[in-house]
């Protein structure tokens, strides 16, 4: 007899600047009561971590608030943590996703003037930074920290000259 796999969703927080691993069973979804289990990774918490973005099983981790952050990437299957160097900081907005060879990719976006970013592509695989020169008739409010990966797209909620909102996608290929 095979078994049937439990779907399970699996995910990162930060709770207390410590970061978490959250995992529920989707099977019970439709159910009032799902089981969640939540888990802190203590070999990443000698850092006070104040956010974390993941995508594909990478995770990235933001030491807390500082006037420079640090940014440590974390493979959880490999078990290898990788430092960025960069000069980041508290307003930057960030997303992670990967191209169509697979490489993973971190999006770095901040304002350089008011109304007018500056974007910065991180790979993964070459340890290199791009400026990329892009012109946008949108921004992203100054409340949201960062982008939603789906697929290696990154999506933020945005704010266009009209002042509706909506998801924008950013192929970063």
Known sequence: MLAVAR??????????????????????????????????????NHNE??????????????????ENEKVLLWNPYLGQTRLIERNFKTTDKYALGYDSNGSHKMLKFFYCQPAVFEYEIYDFS???????????????PHH????????????????????????QSRDRR
């Open 49 to 66: 971590i104040s956010r974390v973005f993941h995508c594909d099983g990478l995770v990235l981790c933001f030491t807390k608030y500082h």
């Open 144 to 167: 949201q920290l960062g982008g939603m990966s789906l697929k290696g797209n990154a999506y933020f909620v945005v704010k266009d000259g009209r002042a509706s909102r909506g998801a």
């Open 7 to 44: 779907k399970q969703f699996i995910g990162f927080i930060t709770m207390d600047y410590k970061l978490c691993s959250v995992r529920f069973d989707l099977q019970g979804i439709r159910n009032v009561l799902v089981d969640v289990s939540v888990k802190e990774i203590e070999r990443l």
């Open 126 to 140: 070459s340890h290199s930074w791009k400026v990329l020169s892009i012109t946008c008739d949108w921004s992203i």
